[in-house]
């Protein structure tokens, strides 16, 4: 388990093609977090965002760089990462003007009103669902109803979305945000 702050900042659309650096117009721009010491990076390459704690990058999936809000004017898309202390204390201090630090409360507001709002609550295997109504159908017994039906169960049918809120993908990685 770690300890990780919450990192937002806005994210850009290249305007020009970068090739040598594998750039490319068109693809989403970011703060060059390699400009962070190699000890608080690990010594790891950050010219593309690193997952490190399971976590992922959000984003602001109720707008996007096509459409305006406060936070994320055409052409900028909100953008959250969990990285741990001393690399947030350098960031901010590099890119004052590019990141802002988050309280573990506005993190689990963006997380769960901004980045996965829009996601279901559950996930239906289609597949799994229709061969047990297809044995039924039959006159079979299907033992394994019980648990297909069961969002918290790990077989296949209609599993709970893991991802939907901050406190059930905290409950998975173990992580906090501080």
């Keep these: 388990m770690a300890n990780l702050v919450a990192l937002k900042f806005e994210s850009g659309i290249r305007t020009v093609d970068d ?3 594998g750039h490319k117009k068109g693809q989403a721009e970011y703060p060059d977090l390699n400009q962070v010491s190699d000890v608080a990076r690990k010594g790891l390459d950050w010219s593309a965002y690193l997952d490190v704690y399971g976590i992922g990058m959000q984003y602001d999936k ?3 760089h096509k459409e305006h809000t406060v936070e994320s004017p055409i052409g900028k898309q909100c953008c959250v990462i969990a990285v741990e202390q001393d690399f947030a204390s350098e960031a901010l201090a590099l890119f004052p003007d590019r990141f802002i630090q988050l309280t573990p409360a506005e993190f689990e507001s ?3 009103t901004k980045a996965h709002a829009h996601e279901p609550d559950e996930h ?3 597949d799994a669902i229709d ?3 297809a044995k039924e159908r039959l006159g079979l017994a299907v033992p394994e109803k019980i648990d297909a039906i069961n969002p918290k169960s790990t077989t296949r049918g209609i599993r709970e979305n893991k991802e939907k809120t901050w406190a059930r993908k ?3 990685c173990g992580h906090e945000i501080i």
């Design 124 to 126: 239906v295997d289609k």
């Design 62 to 64: 109720t707008c996007g």
């Design 110 to 112: 963006f997380y769960n």
């Design 19 to 21: 090739l040598k650096k």
């Design 170 to 172: 905290k409950a998975c």
């Design 131 to 133: 061969a047990i109504e």
